[in-house]
């Protein structure tokens, strides 16, 4: 092992433990106080008895409409966690946009903890292959040095942006999922998406918040078509695909396994996305101004018109006319009574570059991201 792998493998291991150990005491001091009270109160949706079928759902829940020009402005993004978290904790308990970025900080910190501990298991896959690579020649040498650079460099980045949550241990998954339904349920835009997407739960936690998942049933698609209402895009996509009975073909997410199988309502979600979609979007991302837009997972471009129109013409094709004729009716009818829909702006990159994401890209199968700490504060 090198000096320097040698080094990053003991600075991995002091943020990790001051990150989950020397705050232990002021989280087990604070938890039972500061754990989030029962929500505002939403209508859950009324399982008595299945709708017809091709029926519209029920209306969403009265759901107050979040105001940011009259919110606080909220502690810097770039301010250590330990010397903000007493103000979140206090501020979360009645202003939205304090719950959502206080959920948002531990669903991060939870992200770099695991993300340590998995460069330390990786180095020690590091190390045995910078062993059996060869070093005969000066460029096979040189080639061995960059990698341990590029590597230590990595974790050098990690490391920096752990000290961010350092003396700050983790919530319980219980505790951080009602925060995020706190502010849903308060009508911050950031955190319904997020909540309604099922995103404020993590598969690796399943078990650990089994009553919570269970009051989100109740609630999810009713804040969902309430976010989708006032024009969030994503929503609205994601109510789409999870009421396509061609879900049962992909993996369901959270929202996909709540509602129930609605064609004509699905293709009347994704009729209103279609025609919601702006001019520099209907060529593709790769028409949008700021960049060469987004990339598959493999490497090609992701069409939003081309993606919607697939769908769209394989509910029509599985539906009547008069089923189809009751869609069109849906859309039409929202065009003029819900907001249009707008996906929010993605988040700055590094030093403020500008996103590489038109603002109305849709991802595939209706998946949402996650909520970035800066989205809580502002429109969302």
């Not at 609605?262 to 009347?268: G, I, Q, R, W």
């Not at 987004?294 to 129109?309: I, K, Q």
């Not at 603002?359 to 996650?370: A, E, I, R, T, W």
């Amino acid at each position: 092992m090198t000096a320097t792998l040698k080094h990053g493998r003991t600075l991995i291991w002091v943020a990790a433990l001051a990150a989950t150990g020397a705050g232990m005491y002021y989280w087990g001091r604070r938890s039972g106080a500061d754990a989030p009270p029962p929500a505002l109160a939403a209508a859950r949706a009324d399982a008595a008895a299945p709708a017809k079928a091709g029926a519209a759902p029920a209306a969403s829940a009265a759901i107050a409409r979040y105001d940011a020009g009259t919110a606080r402005p909220l502690p810097p993004i770039d301010s250590p966690l330990r010397l903000v978290l007493p103000e979140l904790q206090r501020r979360a308990a009645s202003e939205p946009a304090a719950a959502c970025r206080l959920a948002a900080e531990m669903e991060y910190c939870d992200s770099l903890r695991m993300r340590l501990a998995g460069a330390e298991n990786n180095l020690d896959m590091f190390e045995r292959q910078l062993e059996r690579m060869p070093q005969d020649t000066p460029q096979q040498r040189e080639q061995r040095e960059r990698m341990a650079e590029s590597y230590q460099s990595m974790t050098d980045r990690l490391l920096t942006q752990s000290e961010h949550c350092a003396q700050v241990p983790p919530i319980s998954p219980e505790q951080r999922a009602a925060y995020w339904r706190r502010a849903a349920l308060a009508g911050q835009p950031a955190a319904m998406r997020h909540y309604a997407s099922g995103n404020a739960f993590r598969y690796q936690e399943l078990l650990d918040n089994l009553p919570g998942l269970a009051t989100y049933r109740g609630e999810a698609e009713s804040i969902a078509r309430t976010a989708a209402q006032r024009g969030d895009a994503r929503m609205l996509a994601s109510l789409a695909y999870a009421y396509s009975p061609q879900r049962d073909g992909m993996r369901r997410g959270f929202l996909g396994q709540v509602v129930q199988p609605n064609a004509v309502e699905s293709l009347a979600l994704f009729l209103q996305l279609r025609d919601g979609l702006p001019a520099q979007d209907a060529d593709g991302p790769e028409a949008a101004p700021g960049g060469p837009g987004a990339r598959g997972p493999r490497g090609g471009r992701f069409n939003s018109r081309e993606m919607l129109d697939a769908q769209i013409r394989a509910l029509t094709r599985d539906l009547s006319p008069e089923q189809v004729s009751q869609a069109r009716g849906r859309a039409a009818e929202r065009a003029q009574s819900w907001s249009p829909p707008s996906a929010p702006t993605p988040p700055a990159g590094p030093g403020g570059a500008a996103p590489n994401t038109p603002p109305m890209f849709l991802m595939q199968g209706g998946f949402v991201p996650d909520v970035q700490r800066q989205e809580c504060e502002g429109a969302g």
